[in-house]
């Protein structure tokens, strides 16, 4: 059987999912990010500004700039 993955982006739409898979009978499974809002934001802002590095694991030390 596939697996769906759907991203509401307002409670009612949150809230319409869960009540056609309960009308349904279907199994859900919730799940909650452990990072909280402001820290994921924060993250997306930076990588939309391009204020980030790319650490090669290989190589931590040189990657950035450090060896």
């Known amino acids: 059987m596939e ?3 759907m991203h509401p ?3 009612e739409q ?3 999912l869960k009540a056609v ?3 349904l009978k279907v199994k859900t499974q919730t799940k909650v990010s452990p990072y909280s809002p402001e820290f994921v934001k924060m993250i997306k802002d930076a990588e939309k500004r391009g204020n980030f590095k790319t650490v090669d694991p290989n190589d931590v030390w040189g990657s950035l700039g450090l060896k």
């Open 3 to 5: 697996t769906l993955i």
């Open 9 to 11: 982006e307002t409670k």
């Open 14 to 16: 949150l809230a319409a």
């Open 21 to 23: 898979a309960k009308a």
